[in-house]
């Protein structure tokens, strides 16, 4: 009987502290603000580092739809800048190096820099929604094209 009773006795200081427990978690509250760093750098993703034009700042932000299939003209970009990819998946190549890197849903990039020319391909099967930002300077253009 002692041992029943000591069983019973330890049961139940066990299940006291497990509500005790489960009563502190429920009383924990997520934060009502909170933030979370989704990109810093100071280069592109090519590793070029970045640079402000001079000049008035200008924050320029874009969004930018690539059916399936669809490939940007040759441009590049003097003025920093981040990609966030919404939706689908985007090839960014650089022809002169044959550098190329897949960027999908969800990530977020540093854009490329200087005059290096480079296209983007929406290689998938839905279409591709971006969402860029470009820290520039009034009358500086956030892209610039080759002319033919």
């Keep these: 009987?002692?041992?029943?009773?000591?069983?019973?006795?330890?049961l139940l200081l066990l299940s006291c502290g497990t509500q005790i427990?489960?009563?502190?978690?429920?009383?924990?509250?997520?934060e009502p603000i909170s933030s979370e760093v989704l990109l810093q750098a100071s280069?592109?993703?090519k590793g070029?580092?970045?640079?402000?034009?001079?000049?008035?700042?200008?924050?320029?932000?874009?969004?930018?739809?690539?059916?399936p299939g669809a490939k940007s003209k040759p441009h590049s970009h003097e003025?920093?800048?981040?990609?966030?990819?919404?939706e689908g998946e985007l090839l960014c190549e650089v022809p002169v190096?044959?550098?190329a890197k897949r960027f999908v849903k969800g990530v977020v990039?540093?854009?490329?820099?200087?005059?290096d020319l480079h296209t983007c391909e929406n290689t998938g099967t839905e279409v591709a929604k971006v969402l860029v930002f470009y820290a520039g300077a009034v009358?500086?253009?956030?892209?610039?094209?080759?002319?033919k």
């Design 79 to 86: 003025i920093p800048g981040a990609a966030f990819i919404q």
């Design 109 to 115: 990039l540093p854009t490329t820099f200087k005059n």
């Design 139 to 147: 009358g500086v253009p956030t892209s610039y094209y080759i002319q």
């Design 1 to 10: 009987m002692t041992r029943i009773t000591l069983t019973a006795a330890a």
């Design 21 to 30: 427990v489960f009563a502190e978690q429920a009383e924990q509250k997520p």
């Design 43 to 45: 280069s592109s993703w």
């Design 48 to 67: 070029d580092q970045y640079k402000y034009p001079q000049g008035l700042p200008l924050i320029t932000v874009k969004t930018i739809l690539f059916q």
């Design 97 to 99: 190096t044959g550098l």
